[in-house]
């Protein structure tokens, strides 16, 4: 059984999106996504949470869970840019771009708990 799943791993994951024929890298495996389609969903759960978290009525706990997405996928980002891969330069683009989003989701989430924490309390006169 070891043996098996062994020989699927160095055989490659086909990406699960429909009409893709690329591998996910190992790094990747359990998305089951290639490294393009793997940074296009970054991008459009980012672009998500930005509008989210862009009203300033986000919650703790759910800020602790964006949190985590950005943390746990710029982690697996960083597996695949740092494997040994061999990417074009249009993937690297890519990747280093989504970096660039996960970073500003960031930022942009403090931005939002700054505003929630300060600005949102009446003022007394």
Known sequence: ????????????IRCQTAGCKNDSPPALAEQQ?????FTLSLESGCA???RETALGNTGH?????????ITENGEKLAR?????LHLTDDLKARILSTFL????????????????SYGRHPVSR
């Not at 059984?1 to 490659?12: E, S, T, Y």
């Open 1 to 12: 059984m070891l043996l098996i799943k062994v020989a699927l791993l160095l055989m490659g």
């Open 33 to 37: 996504l290639c490294v393009l389609h």
């Open 48 to 50: 998500e949470m930005r």
């Open 61 to 69: 706990e759910r800020q602790r869970e964006i949190m985590r997405f």
């Open 80 to 84: 695949v840019a740092t494997s040994g």
């Open 101 to 116: 989003t996960l970073m500003n989701l960031r930022e942009n989430l403090d931005r939002a708990s700054m505003r929630s």
